[in-house]
């Protein structure tokens, strides 16, 4: 037979391509093994999920009790369950064997199984737990959008889009030609990572600015409008870049489609958000059955969310616009009260899970290999800080405002930071190492902007200049 | 070369039984398609929730408007959606491969993706949404337990309990005797037909009761006293028969342990419910951050779930004990209210998936070998009728009551009659015949019951008897 060497390398690929009647066929060994798994499944998913809870509980109330963002301790307590330190919450996509994670060692202290099945579970569950955590992105998306007032973002005005704008283009082009320049990082994850710069947490800042008592201070408002205004726009970066991971290639055709097609969809929207909202409310009166608005306002979140994927940008982009259009209903006040108890539930599945995927040992300074990762992650830390600072020196026309509490309170990175995290590591645009360099300049931004930003506020001999 | 000529379709069963050092080693192949299919596959399980939403909240309206009870409407738009008609939903366990499922169609529409991949996210797509509609029955349970008010049952006193006790005896014997003595059918299955017939359904019931303004009446009293007893009676009679089905034999002392370990872990749960009020409320008011209340509480039904598995009963079981716990807590109204949206979420997933599980081609009558299945449908639906019409004949002590009335309140089976369809059917316990006649049992015992009730009070001369 005149068969190349190399034809048996191939045949796997050859398997894929066997007549359609063949691989329809259910496999009958994996069926089998799947239906006596599914209630150690379930069991593996239970205690996940307790586990998951318990972390981000413990480590809100601390984070809480020591004056950080509830959130950071969620994200912390990850990282103590996760890959980095006890392996009780692992993901199949880890180097780790399913034996060492701890959820799977009580599985099979119960229920005995076979390494072969122990695997099996492991994987499902794996993956059960990260469509659990990417709901509970989607629904942090939607419920940032039902909290973001469009009619407040006309009133902050000019100043604000030009800090959000300024904060968003100079970490960016910093931090992707920094890395791919002095770290010679290839151009996508390169993207990534400095795409991942450029969104301040509204949350975070504006809980620090209100117990500063500067949240309608012109500082307090600037900061807030340009940190809604950069959500958006780190939203739309975020759409474009991860399309742009999914094909590998940057063409600038497509990078202007993508563009436009982002801001297209968003702005369609929130056009459109009229026409919804009579209809939503609509439905909302006609129902009689339980879930009447939980359920009309879920399939809106989740059509969009599906859309936003289907079009090849992303469900979070989907479900941000669902959010944004539901803001302006009546039905609003009430939708709040039941979208709040099942983000409480799904949103901590995701920052839990984005903290125990995240190997922070890849960034342990003991081993001379990582000093390589270390120094990727100090320098996106510098850009992630600097990047923001300069956005206090762009305000014009306003010669006694504390440009320096404006900078400072644009540092802090929060939820879309480790959306970026979370998205590029499980799309593997990003490697380990990355991906523990986002988190880490997450985790730093957030612990250090509070502290600095009251020095700043308390250095300044102006009182806090009070809106017009 | 002497390869015989299948051994290529023997390849991936070989590949199973690599040594331990392979299999934990994580596949290359698999993993890459995996890492490409997250994006896949959240779509589809977004576009999966969309038409599960859609069919439930119509099916439950127009149930609604012709007056029949929501659930009814859920499951019945689950069969439309499901394998029985439009394979919109479809699960990989059916016999369809992944082409024939509506939302794989749409994701091979929007994505171009080859068979051997689609049938991989078509695997794990089917494994989410079941994992989900679990998680929506353990919320269900876990609300029915809250709902129970365990004071109330003190009060109806015993011919409430006598009710229950006969009508849980008699069609679960008269069932299983019948189908293995006339049907041949296998013990286990047999047990689990017979044991589907237990439970009175509380939901429905005391909806027509409150209708016809006789809550309040002795008969009425004793009706949902009656069916809130034989809920804790079915669920534990499920708990026990789930695990022998599990085992696969049935031992004398086995099933005894099994009994009474699912009575001392509901009855251990009540007992210690005095403690776990006071640390509940405790730890309620001392959480500062965001999900105080909620999360504490999912801890609680989740972890009760996972133990209710991991001592080999079942997760419902649990979750249906932390229920009846946090009854009584201080905290309950707030807690109602905010399991109430998540369990507004959860819970269709399941019943809509019950349906659309459910093949009840296998019972179309124009084809003659599914009229050996008609007949067990037949018979499962006379027994469930006759099987609880002889409970008001118990009660003593009553020459006026109205007996007839309390057979036929009793009538109704529901949610706890899908749960045991639903688990017997994903364990593989019951064949796709016997699912779908539990089915057709509790749609036709739950669409007889209403209008006969009606018939019943108005017949009788005897003007309802109020309670003294």
Redesign the interface.
Known sequence: ?SLPSNSLLLM?VI??HLP?S??????P???VV??EN??I???G???S??II??A??IG??IS??LNFP?VLGELVSGVIVGVSAFDWIVF??S?L???ESGVMFVLQW?YHIS??IA?NVFE?QS??I??LA??GV?ILLFEIGLESDLRQLKAVGVQAVVVACVGVAVPFAAGTAGLMVIFHVAAIPAIFAGAALTATSIGITSKVLSELGQLNSTEGQIIVGAAVIDDVLGIIVLAVVASLA?TGSIDVGNVIYLIFSATAFLLGSILLAGIFNKGFVLIVDT?????NI???A??LA??M??LG??IHLE?ILGAFAAGLVLDETDARNELDG?????A??LV?IFFVTVGAQADLGVLNPADPANWGGLLVAGFLITIAIVGKLVTGWVVFGKPKINRLAIGIGMIPRGEVGLVFAGIGA???VIDKSLEAAIILMVIVTTFAAPPFLRIAFDRSNIAPSEIE
Chains 1, 2 share one sequence.
């Open positions: 037979m796997p398997d894929l359609e063949l691989l329809f066929a259910p496999p060994i994996l069926a799947a239906a599914a209630p499944l379930l069991t998913v239970l205690l999920l307790v809870y318990l981000s509980k809100a109330e809480q009790y509830p199949a996509d180097d064997p399913a034996t119960i390494p072969a695997t499902s993956e059960v990260s469509v990417e709901l989607i999914k129902l009689k059955t339980r879930g939980v359920i009309p879920f399939i989740f059509f969310a599906f994927n289907a469900a039941l979208v709040k108890p099942v409480d539930l901590p499980a799309s593997g």
